[in-house]
């Protein structure tokens, strides 16, 4: 890769995650999460996941999808996921449970919002003009099997119902109702038994 070209990929790159991080910003707003929205996605701009930014620039999807194909995985990815709650493998972990072998932890209400607000943008951003309020549905529903086997299955299900929403019922009410989730955390964030993969009753 010359040195033009690299010049070129940083500023598509540059150019791509800040339209992302503005537009989380705008979704972030209008749900009332407003430290999260300015906050969200810093870590793009560190030198190990920018750099990979670069390298793998594509402007129409991941750099770091590119990098995993490539090498097996993604030093980004591994980099961003560790530092940004609303993303669902942040909260991963092996479990102590028999026959269980890795776990979902239930994800705080304020991470799943943030975390439609992600996939929204995301789609917004990579998809232009061609957007439509379904398409996070759509790509969700794409390894819909996969990511609902390791999720939380109470994340699980608000996640999938604030997608539908959107799909079915556009982005103003689905924000308006989002908003009113964050002011009332008790209907998502009541413990369920069984809930918490810690507490276990057959290893109390």
Known sequence: MDRKELFRNAAGHFRT????KLTVMDLCFKVGLVKQGLLHDLSKYSPVEFKTGILYYQGDRSPNAKEKRE???S????????RNRHH????MDLSYNEGEQVYGAKMPLRYVLEMVCDRVAACKVYHGENYRDRDALDYFNLRRDVV???????????????LTMLAER??????????????????YEAEKEGSNPFKDPKRQ
């Open 71 to 73: 090498k097996g995985y």
């Open 17 to 20: 995650i800040t339209r992302h």
């Open 75 to 82: 030093d980004a990815w591994l980099h961003h996921k560790g």
């Open 170 to 187: 556009g982005e103003k009410k689905t924000l308006a109702y989002m908003r009113w989730l964050l002011r009332h955390p008790q209907i």
């Open 88 to 91: 669902f493998e942040y909260w």
């Open 148 to 162: 609902e086997s390791v999720l939380h299955p109470e994340t699980a299900e608000l996640m999938v119902r604030l």
